[in-house]
């Protein structure tokens, strides 16, 4: 079993910056694959950032290339979002999920255990 529960969010103008957190309990945590998923109001859950266990492979969704970054501390049990020049569009509450597999992937219907969320609101 593992519990996620992600912080950092909040509001923020145009252009500016924060960084999510997602901790994790587990003592198995290093070996889940992890991803960011957001939903803005009024529409479906996607995908934003995925990263392998062993932290070499990362994928992103392209809106977000070149402005957002994924990272984790292992030893922390912790996954991350940095998330530079945001945008209105990036509004959204942001969940992280954990998957126990080698593989990285964008469908939220691959990832076992979600976090409850943390709203980010960009404002213009």
């Known amino acids: 079993q593992v519990q996620l529960v992600e912080s950092g969010g909040g509001l923020v103008q145009a252009g500016g910056s924060l960084r999510l957190s997602c901790a994790a309990s587990?003592?198995?945590?290093?070996?889940?694959?992890m991803g960011w998923f957001r939903q803005a109001p009024g529409k479906e859950r996607e995908f934003v950032s995925a990263?392998?266990?062993?932290?070499?492979?990362?994928d992103y969704t392209d809106s977000v290339k070149g402005r957002f970054t994924i990272s984790r501390d292992n030893a922390k049990n912790t996954v991350y979002l940095q998330m530079n020049n945001l945008k209105p569009e990036d509004t959204a509450v942001y969940y992280c999920?954990?998957?126990?597999?080698?593989?990285?992937?964008?469908?939220?219907?691959?990832?076992?255990?979600w976090g409850q969320g943390t709203p980010v609101t960009v404002s213009s």
């Open positions: 999920a954990a998957t126990q597999s080698f593989r990285i992937s964008r469908l939220g219907t691959e990832y076992t255990y």
């Open positions: 587990g003592r198995t945590f290093s070996t889940y694959a």
């Open positions: 990263m392998a266990w062993s932290g070499g492979r990362t």
